[in-house]
Each structure stands twice: as structure tokens, then as C-alpha cells.
């Protein structure tokens, strides 16, 4: 009599994960804003590739076949959707991206991401304890709207910043002693300050910090860009460039003026 051996059965672990994404948020007219999208590509070119990309459609608020033929179109121009934020309980083909539920604005300390061709990648110092700016406590009598927010974390970088590499910080502002290479980018929640040469791309107020700025000493930027407003090289004004210059938000306009 034979017996066969018990099989082990293995319990499969699930475990969660966050991960950074870009918004793209298309409005009315769409024609328009896919020329917008094309200027800043064809400015820009490989801005999004790799990148996880998530559509924001409760703006727009598409038809289901919409949606299908606005993906198609971003696909054309090398944006790869991996989810679409969408109120409601609109049901799409599965074809398309999954529905993203209880999206949350970035909450990561520092993301950097290096071509792994390049060498070595920039030496950043400390962010303070624990990398992140949290609200302070209220002081007796008074009221929650007289708190005044900590102190914001800032990310220092000690090396430049070569082609092809890309720092994300979420919590303040970026300080670059070098400078940073045309192909490369620095996106901050706060300010950004480059102490050498900004060649590459500069997003700073990010996460909705319209008064953040963008102070370089030699501006050859590929693009400026504050709380979502942007400037690229070729829309800059001549006498800018190659000077000591900043950006900043005025009534809902970027300026670029030198700075000295």
C-alpha cells in the first residue's frame, strides 16, 4: 500500500504598496489642451516615459467612448495611463485603465529616481527627523486657523545633477550646490534654488504652493515651472537666459526676472 505525501499549501501574501504619479488633468476645449500638451512634450521630449501617469477625468466628465479614444490619444504621444480618477460608479470596458478610488496627494519624502546606466547619482544630506513638515500644535487659546505649519524639511544636494536623473520632494524646498544637466529635473513641493548652472527641467510648488519660487545663477532651463504654470526655453525672453534669474507666480502669471 502506497501513501502519497501531504502537499503543502502555501498562503499568498498580499502586501500594499504607494507609488508617486503624475496627474494629467484634461479640460475643455480638448482640442486645445491636447496642443498645449503637444507644445510641452515637443519642449520637453521623454518627460513621461516610464512614468506612472494617472488621467483625471472629473473635470472633462467624458462619455465612456470618450475615454477610450482620449487614451489612444495620449498613448500616440507616449503617456501610458496605468488608472483613471473618476467620481461616481462609471463602469469601463476593461480595456481601459482601472478606476482609481481615494487618490491622495503625494506624501513621500523624497523620491529619486537615476538612469542605472548613469554613474553614481547625487549626495543628498538629512531631511531632519523624520523628512516630512507637520502642522504645529495650536498654542492655548487659540484658535485651529492661528496654527502656524512646522517648519518645511529641506532636501540639499551636494553634487550636480546629471542627464537623465530626476529628484521628487515632497515636503519643502531643494537646494542644489551644482548644477543640473540639460535631460535632468528637480520637482519640489517648495522652493528650489540652484547654486551652478540650471540646464535641465525645475517644477517647484508642486503640490499647490503658488508662492514657491525658482532661483538659479545661470538660467539655460529646458523649462520653469510653479503650482502647474510654465515657461519653456524657447518662450523665454533672450536677455534671461544665461543670467542669474528667478520664477515666481504673479496674479496667475510666471514671471522670469533677474535676480541679483
Not at 521628487?168 to 542644489?176: L, N, R, S, T, W
Not at 513641493?189 to 525645475?202: D, E, F, K, P, Q
Not at 517647484?204 to 539655460?220: D, Q
Request: proline share 7%.
Amino acid at each position: 500500500m502506497t501513501f502519497a505525501a501531504p502537499v503543502e499549501t502555501k498562503s499568498i501574501r498580499f502586501r500594499a504598496r504607494s507609488f508617486v504619479a503624475f496627474t494629467l488633468t484634461p479640460e475643455t476645449p480638448l482640442s486645445e489642451w491636447l496642443e498645449s500638451l503637444d507644445r510641452w512634450i515637443g519642449n520637453s521630449p521623454g518627460y513621461f516615459a516610464g512614468r506612472p501617469v494617472v488621467l483625471n477625468l472629473n473635470t472633462l466628465k467624458p462619455a465612456v467612448s470618450q475615454i477610450e479614444a482620449l487614451v489612444a490619444e495620449l498613448g500616440l504621444r507616449g503617456i501610458r495611463i496605468y488608472a483613471i480618477e473618476l467620481d461616481g460608479n462609471t463602469a469601463l470596458e476593461p480595456s481601459l485603465p482601472p478606476v482609481l478610488i481615494g487618490a491622495k496627494e503625494a506624501t513621500a519624502g523624497l523620491l529619486m529616481q537615476a538612469d542605472q546606466k548613469a554613474a553614481g547619482r547625487p549626495e543628498e544630506t538629512s531631511r531632519g527627523e523624520d523628512g516630512r513638515a507637520e502642522a504645529g500644535r495650536a498654542e492655548p487659546g487659540k484658535q485651529p486657523e492661528d496654527r502656524v505649519p512646522g517648519a518645511p524639511a529641506t532636501l540639499m544636494v551636494k553634487s550636480p545633477i546629471r542627464s537623465g536623473q530626476s529628484i521628487f520632494h515632497a515636503h519643502g524646498d531643494v537646494i542644489v550646490l551644482g548644477s543640473v544637466a540639460s535631460g535632468s529635473e528637480i520637482v519640489a513641493a517648495g522652493s528650489i534654488h540652484v547654486y551652478g548652472t540650471l540646464r535641465g527641467r525645475a517644477s517647484a510648488g508642486v503640490l499647490g504652493h503658488s508662492a514657491a519660487r525658482i532661483f538659479c545663477r545661470k538660467n539655460e532651463a529646458e523649462l520653469l515651472s510653479v503650482d502647474g504654470w510654465y515657461c519653456t526655453a524657447e518662450e523665454m525672453e533672450p536677455a534671461l537666459r544665461g543670467k542669474a534669474v528667478q520664477a515666481f507666480l504673479e496674479n496667475d502669471t510666471l514671471r522670469i526676472a533677474p535676480f541679483s
